[in-house]
Protein backbone atom coordinates (compact mmCIF):
# COMPACT_ATOMS: atom_id res chain seq x y z
CA UNK A 1 0.00 0.00 0.00
CA UNK A 2 1.61 3.25 -0.98
CA UNK A 3 1.67 5.73 1.90
CA UNK A 4 2.40 9.30 1.75
CA UNK A 5 3.34 11.29 5.97
CA UNK A 6 3.88 14.88 5.76
CA UNK A 7 5.30 16.28 8.72
CA UNK A 8 7.08 19.16 9.96
CA UNK A 9 4.41 22.04 9.40
CA UNK A 10 2.98 24.63 12.21
CA UNK A 11 3.08 28.14 13.36
CA UNK A 12 5.78 30.20 12.56
CA UNK A 13 6.44 34.32 12.52
CA UNK A 14 6.93 35.77 9.17
CA UNK A 15 10.48 35.63 8.08
CA UNK A 16 10.66 32.57 10.19
CA UNK A 17 11.72 29.23 8.61
CA UNK A 18 10.13 25.32 8.43
CA UNK A 19 11.28 22.09 7.31
CA UNK A 20 8.75 19.69 5.53
CA UNK A 21 9.47 16.13 5.49
CA UNK A 22 7.31 13.64 3.55
CA UNK A 23 8.16 10.07 4.62
CA UNK A 24 6.97 7.34 1.57
CA UNK A 25 6.01 3.60 1.49
CA UNK A 26 4.69 1.20 -0.77
CA UNK A 27 6.87 1.55 -4.29
CA UNK A 28 10.03 2.05 -5.20
CA UNK A 29 10.56 5.94 -4.21
CA UNK A 30 13.99 6.34 -6.02
CA UNK A 31 12.01 5.63 -9.63
CA UNK A 32 9.77 8.27 -9.44
CA UNK A 33 9.40 12.30 -9.38
CA UNK A 34 7.70 13.85 -5.88
CA UNK A 35 5.96 16.98 -5.71
CA UNK A 36 4.70 19.74 -3.25
CA UNK A 37 1.27 21.35 -3.37
CA UNK A 38 -0.52 23.44 -1.27
CA UNK A 39 -3.81 25.05 -0.34
CA UNK A 40 -4.55 28.03 1.21
CA UNK A 41 -7.70 28.86 2.82
CA UNK A 42 -11.25 29.25 0.85
CA UNK A 43 -8.37 28.74 -2.17
CA UNK A 44 -7.67 26.20 -5.05
CA UNK A 45 -4.27 23.56 -4.79
CA UNK A 46 -1.45 25.09 -5.88
CA UNK A 47 1.55 23.52 -7.34
CA UNK A 48 4.54 24.32 -5.13
CA UNK A 49 7.44 22.36 -6.52
CA UNK A 50 8.56 19.08 -8.02
CA UNK A 51 12.23 17.12 -7.94
CA UNK A 52 12.79 14.50 -10.35
CA UNK A 53 13.56 11.11 -9.40
CA UNK A 54 17.16 11.09 -8.73
CA UNK A 55 16.87 14.84 -7.29
CA UNK A 56 18.95 16.54 -9.87
CA UNK A 57 16.60 18.37 -11.40
CA UNK A 58 13.68 21.02 -9.54
CA UNK A 59 11.34 23.25 -10.41
CA UNK A 60 9.36 26.14 -8.34
CA UNK A 61 6.51 28.17 -8.33
CA UNK A 62 7.12 31.83 -8.74
CA UNK A 63 5.47 32.71 -5.73
CA UNK A 64 8.23 30.43 -4.03
CA UNK A 65 11.14 30.62 -5.88
CA UNK A 66 14.41 31.61 -4.56
CA UNK A 67 12.81 31.04 -0.84
CA UNK A 68 12.20 27.26 -1.04
CA UNK A 69 14.02 24.38 -1.05
CA UNK A 70 12.92 20.74 -2.42
CA UNK A 71 14.90 18.01 -1.64
CA UNK A 72 14.82 14.56 -1.25
CA UNK A 73 16.72 11.06 0.40
CA UNK A 74 16.15 8.17 -1.46
CA UNK A 75 18.00 6.11 1.19
CA UNK A 76 15.61 7.52 3.20
CA UNK A 77 12.80 6.96 1.44
CA UNK A 78 11.99 10.77 2.39
CA UNK A 79 10.96 13.96 0.21
CA UNK A 80 11.95 17.81 1.59
CA UNK A 81 10.50 21.34 1.90
CA UNK A 82 13.27 23.60 3.11
CA UNK A 83 10.71 27.08 3.65
CA UNK A 84 13.07 30.17 4.24
CA UNK A 85 11.85 34.00 4.86
CA UNK A 86 8.56 32.48 5.56
CA UNK A 87 4.88 34.83 4.65
CA UNK A 88 1.89 35.15 5.73
CA UNK A 89 0.54 34.63 2.14
CA UNK A 90 2.51 31.01 2.36
CA UNK A 91 -0.03 29.68 4.91
CA UNK A 92 -1.54 26.43 3.57
CA UNK A 93 -2.23 22.74 4.06
CA UNK A 94 1.20 21.52 1.96
CA UNK A 95 0.74 18.15 0.33
CA UNK A 96 3.16 15.49 -0.87
CA UNK A 97 2.49 13.54 -3.84
CA UNK A 98 3.56 11.31 -6.41
CA UNK A 99 4.32 11.50 -9.77
CA UNK A 100 3.29 8.49 -12.27
CA UNK A 101 6.96 9.41 -13.83
CA UNK A 102 10.45 9.44 -13.23
CA UNK A 103 10.65 13.50 -14.59
CA UNK A 104 7.84 16.09 -14.04
CA UNK A 105 6.16 17.74 -17.22
CA UNK A 106 6.59 21.28 -17.58
CA UNK A 107 3.38 22.84 -16.76
CA UNK A 108 2.84 20.79 -13.58
CA UNK A 109 -0.25 18.52 -14.14
CA UNK A 110 -1.92 17.57 -11.21
CA UNK A 111 -3.70 14.61 -13.15
CA UNK A 112 -0.36 12.76 -13.17
CA UNK A 113 -0.34 12.90 -9.57
CA UNK A 114 -1.38 9.46 -8.29
CA UNK A 115 -1.19 9.71 -4.79
CA UNK A 116 -1.36 12.45 -2.60
CA UNK A 117 -0.47 12.60 1.39
CA UNK A 118 -2.85 13.62 4.22
CA UNK A 119 -1.25 17.23 4.35
CA UNK A 120 0.24 18.92 7.09
CA UNK A 121 -0.70 22.49 7.91
CA UNK A 122 1.51 25.38 7.87
CA UNK A 123 0.68 28.60 9.22
CA UNK A 124 2.89 32.03 9.17
CA UNK A 125 1.37 34.84 11.74
CA UNK A 126 2.94 37.38 14.10
Known amino acids: EVQLVESGGGLVQPGGSLRLSCAAS????????MNWVRQAPGKGLEWVSA????????SYADSVKGRFTISRDNAKNTLYLQMNSLKPEDTAVYYC???????????????????WGQGTQVTVSS
Open 97 to 115: AKSQRSWFPDPPNFREYDY
Open 26 to 33: GFTFSSYA
Open 51 to 58: INSGGGST
